[in-house]
């Protein structure tokens, strides 16, 4: 019988041996909701006979033809919503893994440079590794980013998306992450529905929020148009006069221009080299400097002869005025809302990259002769301090109480691929295990290794002696060689003696030895020395 027992207790043992390792569920942790950014989801067209869908963004194959056909559209000021010109067809977002699909890998079905249409892939594969669970605590939100950031159907939806996701996680509030125009989104939601907002959110984390809009990169956008793929891909993909005509008619775009009422420290200005007359008769050749507000006509006249062909049929395309008028309503918005009281907000931002902030057209030597020639000239730029979408000062902005607003190097879209990002958010989310001593500013941890301390009394002579030891551990590690020697500090303090206290004295020693492999060893001896009176 004993040997029998042995067999069964030697088969259980090979069973857990290769059975299948499961995903780690922490269910303590709070949910998580993902709001992506501008062109951050998969959206499919519905056909209204047959109810066939297709995905239209994001796709490779027959792109730029499919993109045209079901996502051009027009802006209905009576509504505040861009209709798309097919009739026949509407627009959604997929829903399967509880909102995450639509905002996870945008073409699922590219084998080859995958990675260039990953949005959130990599921080939902992180994500569960730290505990999280699809449909438990992780969940996304997808939305139509043509739409204006307060269009109620969008956030009518984000409303009971939040609610939906409460009630999956057991009444628990929720974390929610934004990227990009996702914090526009969610800032509108809060302006707008701040009860609902503090019913069910717990915490808000935006990353690379264009607060104050993105002024170089929009401000080109609207005369020249915009690639969203680099590289090889932009030979398969939408050529950048689809995606120019698509996005003049799209609110979103109107609502990400530099605002012309914030106190901006750098100005974004469109410049043009000009070929005007001048007072003698002779051609001169000037520089004009435009601010954000002075802007418009500048867009109005360039844009006065756009038009696209749509099903044999020419449609006027200008710079769209009502959309101004609407984009100005989302400003006010924004800049009133509030944090609800039993909120948290942080504030993640992209550094150390060339950001397009001023934008100029022409050169002296080849100066601008007609402004409707702006769409086919090529742009450049002065550059700040940014992501290399939205500026700095840009995104630090947000008007609101943040509990800590923390840069980061990295680009606009590839922050999301950053362990120092994953870092601060493990450690916001309270995530795994614990760790006290990670600092998210700085982006390292100071773990203690030693610690000891001895008291000796004798003859009204008190002796204390203590060492401690931390090693520093952190991914910088630029600086490594810049000083191979040991760092050594002393201070001493000493305190007379009184009728209250004894007469004492304290010495400390403080080595900090090179880095070595991102850890850096410190070692604190002291002793201290009193004298009863």
């Known amino acids: 019988m004993a040997m029998l027992g042995d067999i069964v207790q030697s ?15 922490d269910p303590d942790l709070d949910p998580v909701l993902l709001v992506p950014g501008i062109a951050g989801s998969i959206l499919k067209a519905v056909d209204h006979q047959n109810g066939n869908e297709e995905r239209v963004w994001v796709r490779i194959l027959e792109a730029d033809s499919k993109f045209c056909s079901k996502l051009w559209s027009r802006f209905d000021p009576s509504t505040g919503k861009t209709v798309s010109l097919d009739p026949s067809t509407s627009i959604t977002v997929p829903e399967e893994r509880y909102g995450l699909y639509a905002i996870d890998v945008l073409d699922p079905d590219l084998i080859i440079g995958q990675e260039s249409v990953y949005y959130f892939h990599d921080m939902i594969v992180e994500m569960i590794k730290w505990g999280f669970q699809e449909g438990k605590t992780l969940f996304g939100f997808g939305y139509d980013f043509r739409q204006s950031n307060r269009l109620q159907d969008t956030l009518d939806r984000l409303a009971a998306k939040l609610e939906s996701v409460y009630k999956a996680s057991g009444g628990k509030k929720i974390n929610i992450i934004s990227h990009s125009m996702g914090g526009l989104l969610v800032k509108c939601f809060m302006g707008v529905h701040s009860d609902v907002f503090e019913k069910y959110v717990k915490n808000w984390i935006a990353i690379a929020a264009p607060f104050r809009g993105a002024p170089g990169y929009i401000a080109s956008t609207f005369l020249n148009g915009v690639s969203f793929v680099e590289g090889w891909e932009q030979n398969f993909f939408i050529s950048k006069w689809s995606m120019h005509q698509l996005l003049i008619e799209c609110p979103s775009i109107y609502e990400l221009m530099a605002c012309p009422y914030f106190h901006w420290e750098h100005m974004p200005l469109l410049e043009i080299w000009r070929e005007k007359e001048g007072c003698n008769g002779i051609p001169q050749t000037i520089l004009e400097s435009y601010r954000p507000g002075e802007s418009i006509d500048i867009f109005k006249e360039s844009l006065s002869g756009n038009s696209i062909d749509y099903g044999g049929e020419n449609i006027p395309l200008p710079f ?27 504030n993640i931002y992209g550094i150390n990259l060339e950001t397009p902030h001023s934008v100029c057209y022409g050169s002296e030597e080849a100066p601008i002769t007609d402004i409707r020639d702006l769409r086919f000239s090529e742009a450049t730029y002065v550059c700040v301090d940014g992501d290399g979408t939205v500026p700095v000062e840009s995104a630090k902005a947000d008007g609101l109480n943040a509990e800590a607003r923390v840069g980061i190097p990295g680009e606009h879209r590839g922050i999301l691929c950053e362990p120092h990002l994953y870092r601060i958010l493990k450690h916001w989310l309270k995530a795994g295990n614990p760790d006290p001593f990670y600092n998210p500013i700085n982006d390292y941890v100071i773990l203690p290794m030693a610690f000891e301390m001895e008291s000796l009394h004798e003859k009204g002579m008190q002796v204390t002696s203590l060492k401690e030891e931390w090693e520093i551990i952190t991914e910088d590690q630029g600086n490594q060689d810049a ?5 050594v500090s002393s201070i001493s303090v000493s305190q007379g003696p009184s009728k209250q206290s004894s007469r004492s004295e304290a010495h400390a020693t403080v080595i900090v030895h090179p880095q070595n492999e991102g850890k850096q060893h410190v070692e604190l001896n002291a002793i201290s020395v009193s004298i009863d009176t």
């Open 11 to 25: 088969v259980e043992m090979w069973l857990k041996l290769i059975r299948k390792p499961q995903p780690y569920i």
């Open 320 to 346: 769209n005025l009502e959309i101004l008028k609407w984009a100005k309503e989302t400003h006010k918005v924004l800049s009133e809302a509030k944090v609800p009281s039993g909120v948290k907000f942080y």
């Open 483 to 487: 000083n191979k020697n040991s760092l």
